[in-house]
């Protein structure tokens, strides 16, 4: 099984809206509503920002939301503030295992 | 509040075998909403799901790892382990665990620090 495909960088200004991709196969994001985003920061475990595509857990900001068309998640991220810089991760429980994307470095600039 | 605290030895030598428990505490281990798991980041990359657990032992590993990977639990002490045969330098990594909620997609609010264990002769 191949990791999820994210791009492995982005970047935006303060202020603005951006988008992480997380493509998979049928086999996992399009075939299981159990895609999660994970934020981190140099040095520091994870943080859980969205659960099953669209959730969010208590605390994380509404600026962070998710979403899913056929086999590619999102994260968009609105309002962007330089404390979201750092590494977005997605993933997706599959029946019998779970995988992580690439990663993504977030840059705001 | 759950807490997650690996520990174990941080220096291997290649060919050796790894060993990592993961001690929780603020709620037990033997809970039916979550499964027990273990991830690992080799510096300046990525997350890689290792394998889970189950408090009754069930298992599911990563498939690339599967040959050399066993996870355990000890419900009466509130730990799970890691056991990695045949490491490499290719297996020196931030190791962390986690625990894995069912309900939300087997997703992970409450992580360990991690802990880096590197392999080197």
């Known amino acids: 099984q191949s990791a999820l495909t994210q791009p492995a960088s982005v970047s935006g200004s303060p202020g603005q809206s951006i988008t992480i991709s997380c493509t998979g196969t049928t086999s996992d994001v399009g075939g299981y509503n159990y895609v999660s985003w994970y934020q981190q920061h140099p040095g520091k475990a994870p943080q859980l920002m969205i659960y099953d595509v669209t959730n969010r857990p208590s605390g994380v900001s509404d600026r962070f939301s998710g979403s899913k068309s056929g086999n590619t998640a999102s994260l968009t991220i609105s309002g962007l503030q330089v404390a979201d810089e750092g590494d977005y991760y997605c993933?997706?429980?599959?029946?019998?295992?779970?995988?992580f994307g690439g990663g993504t470095r977030l840059t705001v600039l | 509040q759950l807490q997650l605290q690996e520990s174990g030895p941080g220096l291997l030598k290649p060919s050796e075998t790894l060993s990592l428990t993961c001690s929780v505490s603020g709620g037990p281990i033997s809970s039916s909403s979550y499964y027990w798991g273990w991830i690992r980041q080799p510096p300046g990359k990525g997350l890689e799901w290792i394998g889970s657990i189950y408090y009754t032992g069930y298992t599911y590993y990563n498939p690339s790892l599967q040959s050399r990977v066993t996870i355990s639990v000890d419900t009466s002490k509130d730990q799970f382990s890691l056991k990695l045969s045949s490491v490499t330098a290719a297996d020196t990594a931030v190791y962390y665990c986690?625990?894995?909620?069912?309900?939300?997609?087997?997703?992970?609010?409450?992580w360990g620090q991690g802990t880096l264990v590197t392999v080197s002769s």
């Open positions: 986690a625990r894995q909620d069912i309900l939300t997609g087997y997703s992970s609010t409450d």
């Open positions: 993933t997706s429980y599959t029946g019998s295992s779970t995988l």
